[in-house]
């Protein structure tokens, strides 16, 4: 049984840092299709934050490019997001998932998030406060 387990949230004043992590159970990288970041705000919702294909390939929601990236590690089985200068706005859940089932493309997973299929974490909350 596939299990993702995201930590690493807190409190953070803005232009500050954190780095989440998501680890993964159940499968390894060379099985997984895609994978991604997501967050949502209270009363919004859920939005792509980024995303990561089994080539490796990266995309990213706009508002994020430059400051957030999204990497793994294979060896652990672990996705990360390194958020830089973080702003109130990114105040949100932030939630990993993982998916077999294609297609597997990072740029789909920013386009048009994860499938059916795909295997949610419990989330972790990041606050920025100004």
């Known amino acids: 049984q596939v299990q993702v387990v995201e930590s690493g949230g807190g409190s953070v004043q803005a232009g500050g840092s954190l780095r989440l992590s998501c680890e993964v159970y159940?499968?390894?990288?060379?099985?997984?299709?895609?994978m991604g970041w997501f967050r949502q705000a209270p009363g919004a919702e859920r939005e792509t934050v980024a995303g990561v294909d089994s080539d490796g390939s990266t995309a990213y929601e706009d508002s994020v490019k430059g400051r957030f990236t999204i990497s793994r590690d294979n060896a652990k089985n672990v996705l990360y997001l390194q958020m830089n200068n973080l702003k109130p706005e990114d105040t949100a859940m932030y939630y990993c998932a993982a998916e077999i089932s294609g297609p597997c493309s990072a740029r789909t997973v920013v386009g048009r998030g994860m499938g059916a299929s795909a295997v949610w974490g419990q989330g972790t909350l990041v606050t920025v406060s100004s």
């Open positions: 159940g499968i390894t990288y060379t099985n997984w299709c895609k």
